[in-house]
């Protein structure tokens, strides 16, 4: 027991003698680089004058510098092309041309670059660029570098296009007859094949005849395999060029050659080839010569050239949709059970093979078979069409399921990002994929949960929402295992390093409220945004998952719960005893303030807020001084005028008593911005006509949410003595305050994104003055106002024709006042929707209440 320490002491030292060692290799590792640092005759020698021009520089450096020098310089050259054009053109860019004969492949590419930019950036006309610079790409096109001829030849072909018809035809596609004989290099043909690419969409369609489609057909047939599979990837271009006809007669036959041909890359460039003019061909050679070619490519796939099945597999879909009109149904079974298979590759073999068989598959062929189904999944939203959604559970779910739960992530990766399309295609049989869903949403892979998240609202409702006709009640039913999914989802992205993942996932986690019910909501994701905000150490993470708690707290239909929450949000923020618990509590308060009306703010977060006035850590009063102008656009005069008073007091106390110089900076700027600023009355008034109506809807959606749990409540008092009448009294209620709640959600969507707009109209009108508070004509009904028909086709058709029978009825009709008796709509800032007392304490003529009907 004695001898363990001293071990343990002998074992610390020969691991740190270990790491002293492997700093000494490193040291002796960089003293050669020390070794090279330049001498002082080369540092002379790479020095320049400073007093020369950049033009003057240029040159020098190109006809005395060093190579370096002169990259610097072909890589400037864009900037001096835009400072002095004309001296450039003059004295730089001959000075390139010479260089550029032996030039290293460094400088190539960077001239290469540089001409493209100085062509994309049009700092001369094409005319001066054709003249100045063609030339020079034309020269280096054939360049014995491979990588230094595919980057001239780039700038080419981006050149051709912005070149005149004339131009490309002397100076382009003459030179082309020349290097397109066999006498030429191999490399000349292939860059001469991509040219007639580019070139063939440039002319009319009796000059491509006439002079590229001789040299198109002599390319086809090129000794070299390398060639004539370039030429064959080109021939769509040609095609689009010359238009369907000579498509038919020219270009057709070229691609049944080399179809057949003996080079497995020259089959495979025409089977693509073939698939992507598809809808060029007519029904006849779709089924007389397009079909026979494709199955025969089908059959080898497997028996003779595996080569092709990647590229097969990633155009399956387009492929069978293209030729839909002309299959046999035997035809058709044939190339979906050619899909099944192909969706299961590489995991069959499993069964019914020896252990000698599987070793035999290399690592390139498991490979090989990750992309085939790979491809397939990717395929997918295309074969439940060429099968039609009807019969998706009898021919095409059990693939589906394969797929979802294939070994591999990036298939299910793929299943992920096209769930959202299989749902959208399958509209009311959706339900028979919700399974998968959640199997997708609990896979142990982030990538896949990611890739799965970024629809996840519009797939959860088209789950809920497609073949449901029992309203919301009925909603959680059609998911099983949906909120345990959803939690476990959210727990392992907050378990892992992937902070981004988690981030979005409670962002999207915000459309909970219109798919599962109030109460799910709060006893299984609420207080888990709580317990994020007050224990993750990422902020954009906190800041998603206030926002989210926010938005749960909106459509909460239980006071009491709500009242919990925010309770819990002052003591355990605004209260807390870290001061990043109290930012946080800012951040909640901005969501507050967006998501909520004013009067709601007002009343239960506006004097927490100004309590950390007082609050000891500088960054937070910081904070706040920055919020303090949306915290007083919250107000109303009268109603709020002890609330402002309370506001101009902590602000006087803080340019008194505040020690801190970067916060009493602040607070002097925030005073000049609260100074300029002017408090909307409680009448409506023109200038803050757009806001006060987005606050008056927010109201009323709250109000309506308390409308609703009433309705909750009396229906459970009388659930078991209620006539028929009542209950059809009741679920008419019902379908009222869902009809105005859902009113209510769209307008203060739209509300949110047209608030930077108001903002600005705000601006505009602040420094005019208006002598009366009665509104325009125009304003005078709130039937008549033209942002309210914005809705009402966003509602379904059975809602609409019930609207009418729901207005009428009187017991639902919003009740609020006004002080003002011309203006037509009632205040939106009054206080009886959540505090009676309130309202009483203010007297004068706010007591007069009238109601409205939507």
Known sequence: GNAAPPRAGVEEQRSLFGYIEDLQELTIIERPVRRSLKTPEEIERLTVDEELSDIERAVYLLSSGQDIQGTSVVANLPVLM?????ETLRRVLPKIREVLHVAGVEMQLTAAVSFLTVLQEESVSIHTYSHSFLHIILQNLEHRDAGVSNAWLETLLAVIEALPKETVRHEILNPLVSKAQLSQTLQSRLVSCKIMGKVANKFEAHIVKREVLPLVKSLCQDVEYEVRACMCRQLEHVARGIGTELTKTVVLPELVELARDEGSSVRLAAFETLVNLLDMFDADDRSQTVLPLVKSFCEKSFKTDESILVSLSFHLGKLCNGLYGIFTPEQHLRFLEFYKKLSTLGLQQENGHNDNQLHLQTLEQEKKYISVRKNCAYNFPAMIVFVDPKNFHLELYSIFFCLCHDPEVPVRYTMAISFFEVAKLLNSDVYTIHKELVTLLQDESLEVLDA??????????????????????????????????????????????????????????????HIISSDQIYYRFLHRMLTII??????????????????????????????????KLIEQLGQGKSYWNRLRFLDTCEFIMELFSKSFFCKYFFLPVLELTHDPVANVRMKLCCLLPKVKSTLKIPTDKHLLQQLELCIRKLLCQEKDKDVLTIVKRTVLELDRMEISVDAFQKRFYENDL??????????????????????????????????????????FVYLCTCLCMLYSYKGSRERSKEEKKSKLVRSQSFSTQVLHPKYSNIDKCPKYLYILPCLPHSSLSKLPLCVSDDSFRTRAAGNSGNAAFPS????????SADQKSNGNKEGQSRKMSM
């Not at 993750?536 to 989210?548: H, W």
């Not at 009448?725 to 679920?731: L, W, Y």
């Not at 939106?828 to 505090?835: K, V």
């Open 534 to 567: 007050l224990t993750n150490n990422v902020l954009p993470v906190q800041k998603a998952a206030a926002r989210t708690l926010c938005v749960y707290l909106r459509y909460n239909r239980k006071q009491e719960q709500r009242h919990e929450v925010i309770q």
């Open 694 to 735: 987005l606050d008056q809807e927010k109201e009323r959606q709250e109000h309506l949410l308390l409308e609703m749990e009433q309705l909750e409540k009396e229906k459970q008092k009388n659930e078991g003595r209620s006539t028929n009448i009542n209950d059809k009294m009741f679920e008419k209620k019902r379908k």
């Open 452 to 513: 799965l998240v970024g629809h996840l609202p519009e797939i959860l409702e088209l789950m809920t929402n497609r073949g449901e006709k029992n309203g919301s009640e009925s909603k959680l039913l059609s998911i099983p295992d949906l909120i345990p999914a959803l939690t476990t989802a959210e727990q392992r992205a907050a378990t892992s390093l992937k902070w981004r993942t988690h981030e979005k996932l409670l962002q999207k986690y915000a459309c909970l409220p």
């Open 828 to 835: 939106s800032s009054s206080r009886n929707l959540f505090n």
């Open 82 to 86: 835009r400072q002095n054009p004309a």
